[in-house]
């Protein structure tokens, strides 16, 4: 399974953009205000809550379908629930 820091590496990946672009293109072309560090912690999965609107920016920056994206969140959540339900 794929964690949604992974994929949205990835997507970063195949856009051929560093961290730093992608903060500049987000205040550039959208008005949002992030930094290397937020981004990098939400694709290193340390960041756990992404904010609803940096979503929508990174889907249109990395050109990714947000279905696509709804069923990687939705397995990561079902994944959390089963781990959770062994360790009780």
Same mark, same amino acid.
């Given at each position: 399974m794929?964690?949604?820091g992974r994929y949205l /590496?990835? =997507?970063r990946f195949f856009s051929e953009l560093?961290?730093?672009q992608v903060t500049h293109i987000a205040k550039d072309k959208y008005g949002y205000s992030t930094s290397t560090s937020v981004l990098s912690a939400i694709e290193t999965d /340390?960041? =756990?809550i992404?904010?609803?609107e940096l979503l929508f920016v990174l889907s249109d920056i990395y050109d990714f379908?947000?279905?696509e994206f709804k069923e990687v969140i939705l397995a990561n959540i079902s994944?959390?629930?089963e781990?959770? =339900?062994l360790n009780k």
């Amino acid at each position: 399974m794929i964690t949604i820091g992974r994929y949205l /590496k990835t =997507k970063r990946f195949f856009s051929e953009l560093t961290l730093l672009q992608v903060t500049h293109i987000a205040k550039d072309k959208y008005g949002y205000s992030t930094s290397t560090s937020v981004l990098s912690a939400i694709e290193t999965d /340390k960041n =756990k809550i992404i904010d609803g609107e940096l979503l929508f920016v990174l889907s249109d920056i990395y050109d990714f379908d947000l279905n696509e994206f709804k069923e990687v969140i939705l397995a990561n959540i079902s994944n959390i629930r089963e781990r959770r =339900k062994l360790n009780k």
